[in-house]
């Protein structure tokens, strides 16, 4: 009679030839560490994209800029495939992204188009992580997910602007503001009839106007500056 671990030897080289995390991530207990095993819900046709949910549960579709990201697939495969997804949330590790536009060491990364990542952010896009090396437009970077799924936006500056003039309008110059960002802004103190105030951003300059005149020294805007990261 054969040994045991000759009888057993097919079937545990085979084992040892898949990828551990592919083969056992989901567990009985219904928890995952970092990866998971899902249903695509369309052709993958390469690995390491971001993917969204898909319309049942377990299912992975490719996701695009302004797709909520659940994580990256580490496989490729046809509509009803089987595959890995590395889950950032619980990651125990970097991953490994598609980068649709050149990339350098140290970039945040966002979402877009075809499940691959980019250094910036369109609108609406959510962050994906930081850039761990440089890559060229098309291949493949090392990604830490700090922030993974979080909108791509941050408070970037905020402060008290003090009126300096008689008029509706003033201007607070602000080195790094560009035409990019959003800017909020409210009266916090008024001598008159300025009740309401907006903000709008320009290289340099933030330019506010009042509903009526201003009072100098003594009308104050709180002022916030909302950035893509």
């Given amino acids: 009679m054969k040994h045991m671990k000759e009888i057993f030897a097919p079937l545990l080289n085979a084992l040892a030839k898949l990828n551990p ?4 991530c989901n567990i009985a207990e219904g928890t995952h560490a970092g990866n998971i095993t899902m249903v695509a819900a369309e052709d993958i ?9 898909g319309s049942n549960p377990g299912e992975i579709k490719i996701a695009n800029a302004t797709d909520k990201p659940i994580g990256v697939c580490n496989d490729l495969g046809s509509k009803g495939d089987v595959l890995n997804v590395a889950i950032p949330g619980s990651a125990e590790s970097t991953f490994i992204c598609v980068c649709s536009s050149g990339a350098s060491y140290g970039d945040t990364l966002y979402t877009d188009a075809n499940g691959k990542v980019t250094a910036v952010a369109a609108q609406g896009a959510y962050k994906v992580g930081v850039a761990l090396g440089m890559c060229a437009a098309g291949d493949v970077v090392e990604v830490d997910p700090q922030g993974f799924g979080n909108k791509a936006w941050q408070i970037y500056d905020c402060g008290v602007f003090t009126w300096g003039t008689e008029s509706a309008t003033d201007s607070m ?16 103190n008024s001598m008159a009839s300025e009740t309401s105030v907006s903000a709008t951003p320009s290289n340099g300059l933030i ?8 009072t100098v020294s003594n009308t104050l805007i709180a002022w916030m500056i909302i950035r893509k990261n």
Avoid at 21 to 24: D, I, L, S, V
Avoid at 207 to 214: E, I, P, R, S, V
Wanted: hydrophobic share 50%.
């Fill in 173 to 188: 110059p602000h080195s790094n503001v560009t035409t990019q960002d959003i800017v909020f802004a409210t009266v916090v």
């Fill in 21 to 24: 995390k592919y083969a056992f």
């Fill in 207 to 214: 330019t506010f106007l009042l509903n009526a005149n201003g």
């Fill in 45 to 53: 046709e390469s690995a390491n994209l971001i993917v969204k949910a």
